[in-house]
């Protein structure tokens, strides 16, 4: 069994400011591991995954995240926030590699605020 | 531009009344997906569809159904809709077999309320 818990629901950062939001998972598995950004009134897009090799993944718009399976995290970073990094993020686990299969276990949400 | 399409974008339904909420794509991706997400919820799978293979979720109560007529388009009925039925419901696509290159397409949404 799968399951991804994000830590925070809200995380209000400046513009400017490191973004860091945090997923934790568990996996029976090896796991696939997927972040995702919604902004408002849209829906889903990725930002990035990984499923096996470098263990700090690049993704769009300058966010990164790096797989610590010591530590079951995945945590999504970026060095500075921009305004139009507001949004809702998602971490989604798999045990396939892309996920295709629609077998995605979502976490609830990090809901990510931008102060100018 | 618009990959995959879903209409409406907001519905408003009665309680018990037989709604259907569309989706289509013109990616011409042989898999499609209904997820239903609730107000701070992650987005739950409901079902998909492999070209026509229906692959229902185990958890998914019957009152949800679906057709895709073709590789274009793809329904989500609700029989009898209840206030607990109130969500957003998010169609995907994919193209299975694609490799590296595979993964899902969201749609907007359409947001459904049940009065």
């Not at chain 1, 990164?64 to 507001?86: I, R």
């Not at chain 1, 998602?90 to 809901?111: H, R």
């Not at chain 2, 519905?11 to 013109?26: E, Y």
Request: glycine fraction near 8%; include cysteine; proline fraction near 5%.
């Amino acid at each position: 069994a799968q399951s991804v818990t994000q830590l925070g629901s809200h995380v209000s950062v400046s513009e400017g400011a490191l973004v860091l939001l945090r997923c934790n998972y568990s996996s029976s598995v090896p796991p696939y591991l997927f972040w995702y950004v919604q902004y408002p009134n849209q829906g889903l897009q990725l930002l990035l995954k990984y499923t096996t090799g470098a263990t700090l993944v690049k993704g769009i718009n300058g966010f990164e995240a790096e797989f610590k399976k010591s530590e079951t995290s995945f945590h999504l970073t970026k060095p500075s926030a921009h305004m139009s990094d507001a949004a809702e993020y998602f971490c989604a686990v798999s045990a396939y590699p892309l996920g295709s299969q629609g077998n995605l276990i979502f976490g609830k949400g990090t809901k990510l605020s931008v102060k100018p | 531009d618009a990959m995959v399409i879903q209409n409406p974008r907001y519905q408003v339904t009665q309680f018990g009344k037989p709604v259907t909420l569309s989706c289509s794509q013109t990616l011409n991706h042989n898999v499609m997906y209904w997820y239903q997400q609730k107000s701070s919820q992650a987005p739950k799978l409901l079902f998909h569809y492999y070209d026509k293979d229906f692959n229902n979720e185990a958890d998914t109560p019957d009152n949800f159904q679906s057709r895709r007529p073709n590789t274009s388009f793809c329904f989500l009925d609700i029989r009898s809709p209840g206030l607990g039925d109130a969500a957003m419901y998010l169609c995907a696509t994919s193209r299975r077999g694609a490799g590296e290159n595979e993964k899902l397409f969201f749609g907007s949404g359409t947001q459904l309320s049940v009065l």
